[in-house]
C-alpha cells in the first residue's frame, strides 16, 4: 500500500482516505465499514481510519486467506455496529485468537496523556471512572500511579480479558449511557474515545448527563477524541469546560479483520487528536480560556 495523496477532512472530524492495493501482496478484496452511530455499512476499498467510529466490519478475503479464516466471521461482524457490545464482543474474541492482548486507540497511552491527566485529574488517590476501557492499559497505569480506579465496558469480552490481565483491578461489565453506580460515585472520568462513537447530538448530550451524575460536585471529565467537542453543543447544561488542546499521534490504517488498526509508517506526530477538560458545575455551561 502505498501513502495517499490526499486526504479528506469531513465536518464531523472522520478522515478516510483509500489505499491503493497490490493484489500479490494483499488478498484484502472489499471491506465493509461503519461509523459508530451509522445505520448502514457502506462498501469501500481498504481505507486509512483515525477512530473507533470508523470501524471494521467485514472483510470479503480470496484464496487461500478466505478458507484458512472463514467467511462466516464476517458475515456475522454485519450484525451490530460499532456502538453495540455484541459487535466488540466479536471483534476482541476472534483479534484475540490472532494475538490481540490489548490496544490503544490513536495511539496515545500513559506516555502521551500523562501531563494533561495530571493537570486536570484531582490528586492520586482520587476515585476515577474510565469509561469505554476496552483492552487499553491505561487503567492499569493510572492505578499504578496511585489513583482509585474502576473502568468500564459495555463488552463482555473486553471485560473478561482485562479482569484477567490485571486481577488487581475493578473492570466492570456496563454500558456507560446506562450506569448502575449511584449519584456522585467518582471524583473524576476519563473517556478515551467513547464519545466519538456517539453520532447525534442528543446521544452525546445524554450521555454527557449520565456521566454527570456519577461525579461528585466539581468533579472533572478528561476526555480524548477525534472530534472536537462543544461544551454547549455537545456536552450540554452542568458543565464548564476549558479550551481544549491537541494530542499529535499518527494516522491509521485497516487491513485485516485480524488485527486492530494500525499506524501508518511515518505519520508520527501527525494528525491531531482532542483534549477536552471539564468540571461539573450546577450552572449553565461555560468555555474558559486558559
Known amino acids: 500500500a502505498e501513502y495517499p495523496a490526499r486526504v479528506s477532512w469531513r465536518k464531523e472530524g472522520f478522515v478516510m482516505a483509500p489505499l491503493k492495493q497490490n493484489a500479490r501482496t494483499h488478498p484484502l478484496s472489499a471491506v465493509a465499514i461503519r461509523r459508530c452511530a451509522s445505520p448502514r455499512a457502506s462498501r469501500r476499498r481498504p481505507t486509512l481510519a483515525l477512530s473507533r467510529s470508523v470501524a471494521l466490519v467485514s472483510v ?17 461482524w454485519e450484525m451490530g455496529g460499532a456502538d453495540n457490545a455484541s459487535y466488540w464482543d466479536q471483534v476482541y474474541s476472534f483479534q484475540a485468537a490472532h494475538g490481540r492482548k490489548s490496544y490503544e486507540w490513536y495511539g496515545l497511552g500513559m506516555e502521551e496523556l500523562e ?5 486536570l485529574l484531582p490528586p492520586v488517590g482520587a476515585s476515577l471512572l474510565v469509561v469505554g476501557s476496552g483492552d487499553s492499559e491505561l487503567s492499569a497505569e493510572l492505578a499504578a500511579r496511585g489513583w482509585h480506579v474502576t473502568s468500564i465496558d459495555f463488552s463482555v469480552e473486553a471485560t473478561l480479558r482485562m479482569r484477567e490481565a490485571f486481577p488487581e483491578l475493578a473492570f466492570h461489565t456496563m454500558d456507560a449511557r446506562r450506569m448502575s453506580f449511584g449519584n456522585a460515585s467518582f471524583d473524576a472520568a476519563l473517556d478515551k474515545g467513547l464519545s466519538d462513537c456517539l453520532g447525534g447530538q442528543a ?88
Open 203 to 290: 446521544e452525546r448530550r445524554a450521555y454527557f448527563s449520565e456521566l454527570r451524575r456519577v461525579l461528585r460536585p466539581g468533579g472533572v471529565l478528561a476526555v480524548v477524541a477525534m472530534r472536537a467537542l462543544s461544551a454547549e453543543w455537545d456536552l450540554g447544561e452542568g458543565w464548564s469546560c476549558r479550551l481544549g488542546q491537541e494530542l499529535l499521534g499518527p494516522l491509521f490504517y485497516e487491513d485485516s479483520a485480524t488485527r486492530p488498526p494500525q499506524p501508518y509508517p511515518g505519520t508520527e506526530r501527525s494528525i491531531p487528536y482532542h483534549f477536552l477538560g471539564c468540571a461539573t458545575t450546577p450552572r449553565s455551561p461555560m468555555s474558559l480560556e486558559l
Open 60 to 76: 470479503i478475503v480470496s484464496g487461500a486467506a478466505a478458507a484458512s479464516r472463514g467467511d462466516a466471521v464476517g458475515e456475522s
Open 115 to 119: 501531563g494533561p491527566l495530571r493537570e
